[in-house]
């Protein structure tokens, strides 16, 4: 699944085509991805222009002069596609701006979403109802983290994952943060120390800066807008290397199950 630097890294690609751009031309190739597309979305977005593209967790919006904004979400396999050579069955959406370029949003799984919300209403968009503080643009501190886990005794990695907590943490980079700061991804959220939390604030920022800086991380179906891969998972310190010598102490990385999602972690090195 596309997390937030994938969802960074798509933005930012779609920025350099469509800010400031207008859409000549609006094809909606089937009814639905996860949900159907928005009633008249073609009619609303002909003749718009793009003033804005931001991220917002892992969602991502396109502001435009007649005061809506869409807002997608990649789902499992979703990727946009700046000028396809073709336009094929899993391109569901396609976008064509005035200048001539065009883009789909590709999505073999349909697991994505559209949505087309009013501007000045998007902050009572359904999706980010009760969302947590976003970990990039702004610090995140020890003191925001343990704010919002005092008292919790689900485990740290399952707290950190859910969105309420904070905003757009997926399973990858809760991993490699927890990795790097030395936290045991099952020990209680509300148990974690003010020093620790202090390490893992920063860890969490450094690890999906660093993960936009590369584009992302590469797998499966994900790739950034220019057909570019992102390159971060060449540089998993745990995820997906079960069995794998762990870099810091030379022991093997473990993997668990917890809340239906693997968990990669080295024992000796968190605690």
Known sequence: MPELPEVETTVRGLKRVLKGERIARVEVRRPDLRRPFPDGLGQRLTGARIEKLWRR????????????????????????????????????????????????????RRFGSVDLVATDAVQDFAGFAGMGPEPVGAPLTGRTLGERLAGKATPIKLALLDQRVI?????????????????????????????????????????????????????????????????????????????????????????????????????????
């Open 167 to 271: 905003a757009g943490l997926g399973n990858i980079y809760v991993c490699e943060a927890l990795y790097r700061a030395g936290i045991a991804p099952g020990r209680k959220a509300g148990s974690v120390g003010k020093a620790r939390l202090d390490a893992l604030a920063g860890h969490i920022q450094a690890v999906l800066e660093e993960a936009i800086e590369a584009g992302g991380s590469t797998l499966r179906d994900y790739a950034a807008p220019d057909g570019e891969l992102g390159y971060f998972s060449k540089r998993f310190d745990v995820y997906g290397r079960e069995g794998e010598e762990c870099r810091g102490c030379g022991g093997q990385v473990r993997r668990r199950v917890q809340g239906g999602r693997s968990t990669f972690y080295c024992a000796k090195c968190q605690s």
């Open 57 to 108: 967790a892992k969602y991502g919006l396109l502001d435009t002069d007649r005061g809506d904004t869409l807002i997608f979400h990649l789902g499992m396999s979703g990727r946009w596609r700046i000028d396809p050579s073709d336009i094929g069955k899993h391109d569901h959406l396609v976008l064509e701006t005035a200048a001539g370029r065009q883009l789909s949003l590709n999505d073999p």
